[in-house]
């Protein structure tokens, strides 16, 4: 079995997950945020629907430079509506579901760099990097995001089993 076809049910499962954390974002509440040092929710929601979109971008290019040195930072956040958000993630969705299917061994193992200003902050094989930049990082926001629903009462919907809501 190749690298691409293990990871592609757990790619599927965790978007089917991260899609509903996602739909339950509410419209009006954009701006709240936990702590004075947190996300505003919009802005963690909108991280959440964009993170499937580094998939293909992975394969694309060798490297991605947050703030290139004399370059374009990467886009900023903005306070969309929840059904905004759900279509970047259906279509990021879709883009890294197609890029992962067709992602052979060999460019599992080229490796991949992330960068600021530069500098390197983290470089290993595409595949680890897939892993710890994608599947484990969308994991981590999205559980983020069901605390901020969880603390202004919305219903968290279960993940890996039954939460209090369900």
Do not use: C
């Not at 897939?130 to 994991?139: A, D, F, G, K, P």
């Amino acid at each position: 079995m190749s690298i691409s076809e293990l990871l592609l049910p757990e790619f599927e499962h965790e978007i089917v997950v991260t899609r509903e954390v996602l739909k339950r974002v509410p419209d009006d509440r954009g701006e709240w945020k936990p702590h004075p040092k947190a996300f505003p929710m919009a802005h963690l929601a909108q991280l959440v629907a964009r993170l499937p979109g580094w998939v293909p971008m992975m394969f694309d290019r060798s490297e991605l430079d947050l703030s290139p040195p004399g370059g374009s930072k990467f886009p900023g956040y903005s306070i969309e509506k929840t059904a905004t958000l759900l279509a970047e993630f259906d279509r990021n969705a879709a883009a890294g579901r197609s890029a992962l299917a067709a992602a052979s061994d060999d460019v599992m193992h080229e490796p991949w760099t992330l960068k600021r200003a530069g500098a390197v902050m983290m470089s290993d094989t595409r595949y680890q990097m897939l892993r710890s930049m994608v599947l484990n990082h969308q994991i981590h926001h999205r559980a983020q995001l069901a605390m901020y629903l969880r603390l202004i009462d919305e219903k968290v919907p279960p993940m890996y089993g039954p939460t209090a809501d369900g």
